[in-house]
T-cell receptor, first 115, second 111 residues
Framework: DGGITQSPKYLFRKEGQNVTLSCEQNLNHDAMYWYRQDPGQGLRLIYYSQIVNDFQKGDIAEGYSVSREKKESFPLTVTSAQKNPTAFYLC?????WGSGANVLTFGAGSRLTVL | AQSVTQPDIHITVSEGASLELRCNYSYGATPYLFWYVQSPGQGLQLLLKYFSGDTLVQGIKGFEAEFKRSQSSFNLRKPSVHWSDAAEYFCAVLGNEKLTFGTGTRLTIIP
């Protein structure tokens, strides 16, 4: 079945450590996204990628980094510069960027807790 | 910039009762509108979308939504809820090639 796989499901990190969240899709989608979800705040866009080897900052990119070396993969690194990294992270993809093609398919999420 | 308001943080309804979740948006042109549902600890699933045409759109799981331009609203409805509908519901608007989500409405179903 086609879909998005995020790993790990749960992750614990000590302050000062970088962590990388994995996102893999087999939908042949061009565009991929990372969102952060906090209680009562909805979803906020961290980074997005319209195509391989290209990515753009979203609304809350500070303290995060991404790469898009392959069409199916869009890993997110939460760096030690992110001041409040404890959150639920959602990866999504869409066939293309913009207009009616922007119907997102979501992964099951990764919950990061900083100890 | 566009925005989405979901005025109800939490709604409780009895199983079998009707449901309406409110969504108001702000966007200068004709928007693309979406409703997504999220079960606890899971990702979001698309319920329905409005791009153009008929202002009453049907979605999965028996949900429907009506686009009302004059009220800048896109309310989600279901005539009879089931216990499995308990989840969080997000309205979203696509404008300027950017998808903006509301803060969500948590739905609790009581027997």
């Amino acid at each position: 079945d086609g879909g998005i796989t995020q790993s790990p499901k749960y992750l614990f990190r000590k302050e000062g450590q970088n962590v990388t969240l994995s996102c893999e899709q087999n939908l042949n989608h061009d565009a991929m996204y990372w969102y952060r979800q906090d209680p009562g705040q909805g979803l906020r866009l961290i980074y997005y990628s319209q195509i391989v080897n290209d990515f753009q900052k979203g609304d809350i990119a500070e303290g995060y980094s991404v790469s898009r070396e392959k069409k199916e993969s869009f890993p997110l690194t939460v760096t030690s510069a992110q001041k409040n990294p404890t959150a639920f992270y959602l990866c999504a993809s869409s066939m293309a960027w913009g207009s009616g093609a922007n119907v997102l398919t979501f992964g099951a999420g990764s919950r990061l807790t900083v100890l | 910039a566009q925005s989405v308001t979901q005025p109800d943080i939490h709604i409780t309804v009895s199983e079998g009762a009707s449901l309406e979740l409110r969504c108001n948006y702000s966007y200068g042109a004709t928007p693309y509108l979406f409703w997504y549902v999220q079960s606890p600890g899971q990702g979001l699933q698309l319920l329905l979308k409005y791009f153009s045409g008929d202002t009453l759109v049907q979605g999965i799981k028996g949900f429907e939504a009506e686009f009302k331009r004059s009220q800048s609203s896109f309310n989600l409805r279901k005539p009879s809820v089931h216990w499995s509908d308990a989840a969080e519901y997000f309205c979203a608007v696509l404008g300027n090639e950017k998808l903006t989500f509301g803060t969500g409405t948590r739905l609790t179903i009581i027997p």
